[in-house]
């Protein structure tokens, strides 16, 4: 059986490799066979370079929705964002997260595999590559920068590995053992091999035929985050130093115009982007560009007149979309009302764009916030008179229902998330899978704030007032004078990074994944569901949030009852913070080599 998972491995690289055009070179590559490809410096690059379309197709796994690329980098399950439905709401409500569940074939075997399908060919790429010397220095660099990039990635989900640093061949297959490794393993590994990527990479790919490719900049960022996890914060503090000292990228001095393109690897703070393009080689394309936006054109409140014909979606609107996870009232609620990140990272109003479609609405009354005791303003229009729309006013919940709907559909009034929304490649009339927008996996703000954080920890104040009101100032905000504390990193990480697939990570390995999930996953409503199980004397109270966490004043006060807002966090608990082995991965390995992670079994 291992022989042959190791010949279909080996046959479908190399088809890999000839079939998947080079996407920064226009030549032929029929010359390189299996063998030439470990025999010949070029072929180990073709190898390194084909690691690049094998990752940038994760935004299509699990299913014909991206549904493994929307969990990794869509933040699902984390803390920020409130969940619809679909058909991923088992994991996102932890009612049935198991490891032979469905949500198993759809997102934890396709990343373990992904993610080992990738080490693999980088330990082939590192073993071979030796052997030539001096001229793959820079391939086996890169490959080093994969493997190490997979195994935090499993480590950042799974925290129990195999780890393997040799190819596989037909002389050693039969003799794996299939052991949990040591965690001092993992991180010497990761260690070793970012050491060599920083010390084998060029300084700089941007703006360049290579662009795309990582260099020192990504495994220096890479390497910090490694080291936070290993709480090495001096090493976290050098590695950010020595990325902004070498001056290869630069923070945007405009949050409002970061993400508002497709080409997102030109973006001056772009570390590492997947590069995504419909010209031959640039992929399949992804359906990430619809998945976080607010889904108001359904409503028949959006038009467009092309070719002297009424059209229904409208940019202005963002086109069809059909979103189903979005940013929750605890997330909103962390930005001062002047920071330009509302403006840059979300859209937070819809308009009238159908002159058919106006409606009259009666008055509604101040509420006050039981809580809190603030007055805030209703998802309806709050005028002393009936008010009739016209083209231009922005859409309240209350139009939805005199629109003829008899509910109020929260998908169609909460904010979008802009940094994935595709107005540059993706029809504005198809919800489908074809945006061609790059997608950024790591920025250089990131890095700052993982600098902020290491000097909190190492007592240097001044330098984490420096690195956290970099990034704190630029969204407009007054800078900090006073002290840089935990609390105050953990919120910007959320302002800064939201929707962008880091905050897992940042709470696991602070420890605070569980009881940030507790306190705001999903959202509140101001009762539950008929459906809802939940324990009175918790959630009569306070709607089963914090109490000290009020309604954003905005968009939630009136949303009463929905199951998706709520379960989340009565059906979450502590050992939910490790992904569960796939049982397929299990029942290879042997259960007595490598058990299921405490509390899926």
Not at 202 to 209: M, V
Not at 313 to 338: R, T
Not at 519 to 527: E, I, L, P, R, S
Request: aromatic share 14%.
């Amino acid at each position: 059986m291992k022989r042959i998972i190791y010949y279909i491995l080996l046959i479908t690289f190399s088809a890999t490799i000839v079939s998947c055009e080079d996407f920064l070179r226009e030549e032929s590559e029929y010359q390189f066979t299996t063998n030439s490809l470990f025999e010949t410096p070029e072929g180990l690059e073709k190898m390194v370079i084909a690691l690049y379309p094998y990752e940038r197709s994760i935004s299509r796994a699990g299913n014909s929705n991206g549904f493994l690329g929307s969990f990794l980098w869509g933040e699902r399950t984390t803390d920020l964002v409130v969940f619809t439905t679909g058909d991923d709401a088992n994991l996102s409500r932890y009612t049935s997260p198991g490891p032979s569940s469905n949500i198993g074939d759809l997102i934890y075997n396709p990343f373990w595999t992904r993610r080992y399908y990738l080490i693999g060919r980088a330990n082939e790429i590192i073993y071979y590559g030796k052997e030539f010397g001096d001229e793959t220095i820079e391939t086996v660099a890169e490959a080093s920068f994969w493997r190490a990039y997979c195994y935090y990635g499993l480590w950042s989900r799974f925290s129990r590995l195999f780890l393997t640093t040799e190819p596989i061949t037909r002389d050693n297959m039969e003799d794996l053992v299939y052991t949990p490794a040591d965690s001092a393993d993992v991180f010497k590994l990761m260690y070793e091999d970012l050491t060599r990527a920083v010390e084998g990479l060029p300084a700089s790919r941007k703006n360049t035929d290579q662009s795309g490719r990582v260099d020192r900049a990504a495994a220096r960022h890479l390497k910090a985050l490694v080291a936070a996890w290993a709480k090495d914060w001096q090493t976290v503090a050098d590695e950010v130093e020595a990325i902004e000292a070498e001056g290869a990228y630069t923070l945007a001095t405009d949050v409002t115009n970061i993400f508002n393109r497709q080409d997102l690897h030109n973006v001056s703070e772009a570390l590492f982007t997947l590069i995504f393009s419909n010209e031959r080689g640039g992929g399949d394309g992804h359906r990430l560009g619809t998945q976080y936006i607010n889904t108001i054109a359904e409503q028949s409140y959006t038009t467009k007149l092309v070719n002297g014909q009424q059209v229904k979606y409208h940019e202005d609107n963002l086109g069809k979309s059909w979103g189903l996870v979005f940013p929750n009232s605890y997330l909103m609620s962390l930005y001062n009302p002047d920071d330009q990140r509302l403006k840059g990272y979300y859209k937070k109003d819809y308009t009238y764009q159908n002159p058919e479609a106006i409606v009259t609405v009666p008055p509604s009354d101040l509420l006050i916030d039981e809580n809190t005791g603030r007055p805030y303003r209703t998802t309806f229009n709050m005028s002393g008179q009936d008010v009739t729309t016209s083209i231009g006013d922005i859409i309240y919940g209350r139009d939805l229902v005199a629109g003829g709907k008899n509910k109020l559909d929260r998908r169609a009034i909460l904010p979008s998330s802009l940094k994935m929304c595709d107005l540059y490649t993706k029809s504005l009339d198809t919800d489908g899978p074809i945006s061609y927008k790059d997608q950024i996996i790591y920025r250089l703000s990131e890095s700052f704030l993982l600098a902020a954080e290491a000097h909190d920890h190492l007592g240097n104040q001044e330098r984490a007032r420096y690195y956290y009101n970099q990034i704190w100032t630029r969204a407009g905000n007054e800078p900090v004078t006073g002290e840089i504390t935990f609390d105050m990193i953990r919120d910007e990480n959320a302002r800064e990074l939201a929707f962008e697939g880091r905050r897992w990570d940042f709470l696991k390995r602070n420890g605070i994944w569980y009881s940030q999930m507790a306190k705001y996953a999903g959202d509140f409503t101001q009762y539950p569901g008929a459906g809802t199980l939940y324990d009175r004397t918790t959630y009569t109270e306070n709607n089963g949030r914090d109490p000290e966490f009020g309604p954003n004043p905005d968009y939630y006060a009136d949303f009463t009852g929905s199951d998706n807002d709520v379960l989340v966090r009565f059906n979450v608990r502590p050992f939910h913070v490790n992904w569960p082995i796939p049982q397929a991965q299990i029942d290879a390995m042997g259960e007595e080599n490598f058990p299921q992670t405490e509390g899926y079994r």
